[in-house]
């Protein structure tokens, strides 16, 4: 079992930024980023293999960026030119097998709110 806390969810005007933050309780080869809006599936974000290479969901590219500090147990989410639509909650996912980019994740967490008004 892996314990996920995240963290640095809030509110922001449209055109601002988060970054968000999850602490795992240990090593996992791949850490993601999820996201949920009430009423809505849950929806892939980002990824991180532990040699560093991302994936991005086409409507966070250009705008967010993913890494991980593997000393550390830790994965980041710097969230860019924010849009009402960004607003869910995000969820850290983790998993030792598979593909990083697929949504079959072992792992999760409890998520952390972002609000982007307009």
């Known amino acids: 079992q892996v314990q996920l806390v995240e963290s640095g969810g809030g509110s922001v005007q449209s055109g601002g930024s988060l970054r968000l933050s999850c602490v795992a309780s240990?090593?996992?080869?791949?850490m993601a980023w999820f996201r949920q809006a009430p009423g809505k599936e849950r929806e892939f974000v980002s990824s991180?293999?532990?040699?560093?290479?991302?994936t991005y969901a086409d409507s966070v590219k250009g705008r967010f960026a993913i890494d991980r500090e593997n000393a550390k147990n830790t994965m980041y989410l710097e969230m860019n030119s924010l849009k009402p639509e960004d607003t869910a909650t995000y969820l850290c996912?983790?998993?030792?097998?598979?593909?990083?980019?697929?949504?079959?994740?072992?792992?999760w967490g409890q998520g952390t709110q972002v609000t982007v008004s307009s």
């Open positions: 240990r090593f996992t080869y791949c």
């Open positions: 996912a983790a998993k030792n097998v598979g593909n990083c980019a697929e949504s079959a994740y072992t792992y």
């Open positions: 991180i293999h532990s040699d560093l290479v991302p």
